[in-house]
């Protein structure tokens, strides 16, 4: 595919909000999962996340607009000014109806919805805030940042559970190269650390429950995994053809986006595949996108679930994927380090990886303990590896089969 | 205080809740909606609290953010 450029980020994480300290702090391994806090989670199953500090003091949201937003809401106009910001894009001066949003959401606005049925059964149907009906929604976000700036061009909020920030970046890097936008704001944003979105979570039978030792809870590939911790975040990236890269004075271009691959399973509504068949073709058709063979990739950004089936199939994928080369590769998660932001995660993964890219340094898989047989990759465990990494592929995965494959390239 | 004054106060306090605005902000006699910036599910809200804090029950679409701070006085004040 024609490459596509990552030209600005805006990170909301519990990792940090200041693209430097959210380096330092993956670099690091420096867990940021903890205790949930701001509410009684005792009862729950799993009641650890990784929970965003200093939202307000990056904000810059008027009042009257929080009371009618949810937090996903909040954390998108946030990222998306961070973004705007880092790439020196002068929307004053862009043709804004060639500008697009993609955004990825898996849940929705659960903080506002569930407060306000909760008041519907409490006090009738008078007792819900009529801004409920525009705060709920996954694709309100996409909303509030189009209003916010005055962008009227050609957007898309993706709804593809774990995938769906990853899919919604793939998606705008098609838009742009057919001509669509001038210029696109994608990413997505998650904010499941609510009372009932909490619950549904922990109903999937996909969260870790060692609520004992928070911060290193979430252990992709170890064989005494339990599952993920969810966390709570939102990122943006700018993606601009490369035309409009040479023409702008001053630009940074972090990463090219050089190839994209999706599939689904077809086989079950919560857990993927067993065979791993149909994330290895996704695997092989971003590959293919790319122009690449597997001996071009020098970093994988896995999915890494921390569910039995989830890292075995992964495993497996790569694999078929890769052939011989597939225990050569580097492969890590890092997002074991601040959690998994549910939809939020694969914008999270892309930017994890164009900044390993910048510091020429491999992002670990936290908390490894014991090796797992059916785990038996080149996994970056613990401690980040330096190494040049040039191509990198990002691997998201969703309920319902999802599989969805980015790569993308050092400038 | 009169009747007249009482309820301008009052809604004056509840403008201010519901929009997080100044007193200063509101000019009386300007449609809402420019002024103010109002939307419509601001105008709901503002119905719900004027129910709860004044005990006056509007129909749903009574309040329009094209009215002015003064045509909802009056509105109130036939209530």
Known sequence: ?411 | MNAQTDIESKLKAIFKKVLDIKETEIVPGSKLDESLGIDSTEMVEISVVIKKELGIVLKDGELKKTFSFNDIVAILKTK
């Open chain 1, 1 to 411: 595919m024609e490459k596509i450029a990552i030209t600005g980020l805006g990170i909301i994480s519990p990792s940090g909000i200041d693209k430097r300290v959210f380096w330092a702090n993956i670099k690091a391994g420096r867990s940021a999962v903890e205790k949930i806090d701001r509410f009684d989670a005792s009862l729950y199953p799993s009641r650890i996340a990784g929970q965003v500090k200093e939202l307000d003091a990056y904000s810059s949201v008027s009042s009257r607009l929080l009371k009618k937003i949810d937090l996903f809401s909040h954390m998108a106009l946030v990222a998306s000014e961070l973004c705007i910001q880092d790439a020196k894009i002068n929307l004053a001066q862009e043709n804004l109806k060639r500008v697009g949003i993609f955004m990825g959401n898996a849940i929705g606005g659960w903080l506002y919805a569930e407060t306000e049925l909760r008041d519907m059964y409490l006090e009738g149907r008078e007792g819900v805030s009529p801004f409920m009906a525009s705060a709920w929604f996954p694709a309100a976000p996409q909303g509030q940042i189009s209003i916010n700036y005055g962008i009227k061009g050609f957007s898309k909020t993706i709804v593809a559970d774990r995938a769906s920030s990853l899919m919604a970046i793939g998606y705008a890097a098609r838009t742009i190269i057919r001509g669509k936008c001038d210029f696109i704001l994608a990413g997505g944003m998650e904010a499941p650390v609510t009372p009932y979105a909490l619950l549904c979570c922990n109903t999937s039978g996909m969260l870790t429950e060692n609520n004992g030792r928070p911060h290193s809870a979430y252990r992709p590939f170890d064989k005494n995994r339990d599952g993920l911790a969810i966390a709570e975040g939102a990122g943006v990236l700018s993606l601009e053809p490369q035309l409009r890269v040479k023409a702008r004075e001053g630009v940074h271009v972090y990463a090219n986006i050089i190839g994209y691959g999706t599939s689904t399973d077809a086989v079950n509504r919560i857990e993927p595949s067993a065979d791993g068949q149909q994330l290895a073709r996704a695997i092989k058709i971003a590959l293919d996108d790319a122009g690449l063979r597997p001996q071009d990739i020098d970093y994988i950004c896995a999915d890494g679930a921390a569910t039995q089936i989830g890292d075995a199939t992964e495993t497996k994928a790569i694999k078929d994927a890769f052939g011989e080369y597939a225990k050569k590769v580097i492969v890590s998660a890092p997002k074991s380090i601040y959690g998994n932001m549910l939809g939020a995660s694969g914008v999270l993964d892309v930017i994890t990886t164009v900044l390993a890219m910048e510091h020429d340094m491999v992002p670990p898989t936290i908390n490894f303990e014991t090796p797992d047989p059916s785990c038996d990759l080149n996994y970056c465990f613990n401690k980040a590896q330096e190494k040049v990494v040039k191509n990198a592929m990002i691997i998201n995965r969703g309920r319902g089969g999802i599989n969805c494959v980015l790569i993308v390239q050092k400038p």
